[in-house]
């Protein structure tokens, strides 16, 4: 179970993790007039759940027990990987990667920042300037699992559903690449 405030889970869930870095992804994509592709997705919802590799019960915690585990001790939940540290490191690592595309380097990115600015919206905040432990923390916050995390879901799950029935349409009528 996540960290509780007043009984109430201040970690956001991983479908709205990965909601939002599918969104951040596409909107990104809209607004280059560039193709989506299939592995910049999957990379944008990988990065979307990979700041919570620091958490041995999150999704991808569970997963990557043997960083994970480890990980969670030597700097525990949204610390170093919460950061605009972690982002800027990571994305530079992987730009020095030789076998890595630049653009599912860039969608790892974005959703690994999506991840962060949902945390951020969050009443738990997020210590954006690691290793300053000080948490930064939306002016308009929510509760995790509460309400605005749910419309959130929803609003991101119609538009992605809008998205998916648009690219399908053109791709139909033979307008995609």
């Known amino acids: 179970m996540g960290r509780m405030f007043f009984g109430v889970s201040l970690k956001m869930r991983a479908y709205s993790h990965m909601l939002l870095g599918t969104?951040?992804?596409?909107?990104?994509?809209?607004?280059e007039h560039a193709t989506p592709g299939a592995l910049a997705m999957c990379a944008a919802v990988a990065g979307s759940l990979l700041p919570d590799i620091d958490h041995p019960q999150s999704f991808?915690?569970?997963?990557?027990?043997?960083?994970s585990r480890p990980l969670s001790r030597i700097i525990g939940h949204r610390g170093l990987t919460h950061s605009l540290l972690a982002l800027a490191?990571?994305?530079?690592?992987?730009?020095?990667?030789?076998h890595l595309n630049?653009?599912?380097?860039?969608?790892?990115?974005?959703?690994?920042?999506?991840?962060?600015?949902?945390?951020?919206?969050?009443?738990?905040?997020?210590?954006?300037?690691?290793p300053w432990r000080k948490r930064?923390?939306?002016?308009?916050?929510?509760?995790?699992?509460?309400r605005a995390e749910i419309l959130l879901d929803i609003v991101l799950s119609a538009?992605?559903?809008?998205?998916?029935v648009e690219t399908m349409d053109l791709a139909r009528h033979g307008l995609l690449g």
């Open 23 to 31: 969104a951040t992804w596409l909107l990104y994509v809209r607004l």
């Open 60 to 67: 991808v915690g569970r997963r990557f027990r043997l960083i």
């Open 89 to 98: 490191g990571g994305f530079w690592l992987l730009l020095k990667s030789a």
């Open 159 to 164: 538009w992605l559903g809008w998205e998916l």
């Open 102 to 130: 630049v653009h599912v380097a860039q969608a790892l990115a974005l959703g690994y920042l999506s991840h962060l600015a949902g945390d951020w919206l969050t009443a738990a905040g997020i210590p954006l300037l690691w």
């Open 136 to 146: 930064f923390v939306s002016p308009v916050s929510f509760t995790c699992g509460g």
